[in-house]
């Protein structure tokens, strides 16, 4: 039990990332049906989807689950809407400050925790009244931060009031047990979710991870002004060798456009954009979603149980 636990009415302190294309209802349903708290992820999508999704997700848990606003994506406003007026439990947000969507989301009742890279995104959303925030390192897959998880959660857990969720690098009970050490309340995990069984994704995307060792991923689109990490293949190559010579913004645009929906739908191990993060490589194995949770939180509590014979 943690303050995440009883703010959201879960049984095990654990969120599944709103991952772009990957989580829809199928993952999400599977995470809160075990226990977690599961999240659609909206990524580019439109509000016409998101509906559908969670009409879907309701029909298989009742239990608690989640939606991610992506905040770059160009609809979020009417998607905003739609999520206040689907009353949601809970709403996260990333890749941008959700701070003018939170009123409207707070008299709906929602629960709003955003994802934040850095101390002064914490404290702006803290003092926009975010009930909790995630503090994402940049081991994490897809769109990163420049800070580890290790710096990240320590000083957002001391420059705000409100509860921290770690994410970024965890993926087994040493994770969660170090994520409880460093002060978070609760843990966010995508990567481990894409090697489960429930999770609606092309067999490669899941097979890229379970072979990928700790050095398989890369951040491309640095120059671009949006760093997204991705296991490395013919794709990264050439998009790395574009910005080393400094190509436009356009034509960097054109290498990468549908790329996320070529890994994820057709499984095209050299064109597709397989976002995922740098714990990949301690990944070996497919298993259920319920499996992955009990097993973690099992190895955390028996880590937490024997840290007080080391201190
Ligand atoms: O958002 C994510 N991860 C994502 S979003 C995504 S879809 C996408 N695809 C291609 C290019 C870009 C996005 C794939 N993965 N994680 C949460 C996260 N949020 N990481 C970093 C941030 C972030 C960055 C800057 C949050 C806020 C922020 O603030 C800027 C500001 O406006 O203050």
């Known amino acids: 039990m943690t303050k995440i636990t009883e703010m959201i009415g879960i049984q095990y302190p654990i969120f599944q990332g709103g991952m772009a294309w990957v989580a829809d209802w199928h993952i999400a349903a599977a995470v809160s049906n075990a226990g977690g708290l599961g999240i ?18 309701r029909e298989a848990t009742d239990k608690p689950f989640g939606v991610n606003v992506m905040l770059m994506n160009p609809r979020a406003p009417q998607i905003a809407e739609v999520l206040a007026e689907e009353k949601v439990k809970v709403v996260t947000t990333g890749a941008g400050s959700a701070g003018k969507f939170i009123p409207m989301w707070k008299e709906a009742g929602i629960i709003v925790i ?26 994490s897959g897809g769109h990163v931060g420049e800070l580890t998880t290790m710096v990240l959660v320590p000083q957002v857990v001391d420059a705000v009031s409100i509860p921290v969720i770690a994410a970024g690098g965890i ?28 999770v609606n994704i092309h067999q490669n995307y899941k097979e890229m991870i379970i072979k990928a060792k700790d050095t398989s991923t890369k951040v491309t689109g640095r120059s671009a002004g949006a760093p997204v990490r991705q ?72 880590l937490m149980a024997g840290a007080k014979e080391i201190v």
């Open 40 to 57: 659609i992820g909206c990524g580019g999508a439109d509000e016409n989807w998101i509906r559908d999704q969670i009409r879907k997700c």
């Open 114 to 139: 955003p994802v934040v890279p850095s101390v002064a995104l914490a404290k702006k959303m803290e003092k926009d009244g975010a009930d909790a925030v995630i503090a994402e390192g940049t081991e």
């Open 171 to 198: 993926a087994d009970g040493r994770g969660v047990a170090a994520s409880f050490m460093l002060g978070a309340e609760a843990v966010q995990c995508g990567t481990v979710f894409c090697a489960s069984e429930e």
């Open 231 to 302: 296991i490395r293949n013919q794709l990264t190559a050439e998009y790395l060798k574009l910005e080393e010579a400094h190509a436009s913004f356009e034509e960097l645009e054109a290498l990468g456009v549908g790329s996320l929906r070529k890994a994820v739908i057709d499984g095209d191990t050299k064109g597709g954009t397989f976002m995922a993060g740098q714990i990949s490589g301690m990944i070996n194995e497919i298993k259920p979603v319920k499996t992955i949770i009990t097993e973690m939180f099992l190895q955390a509590n028996k």
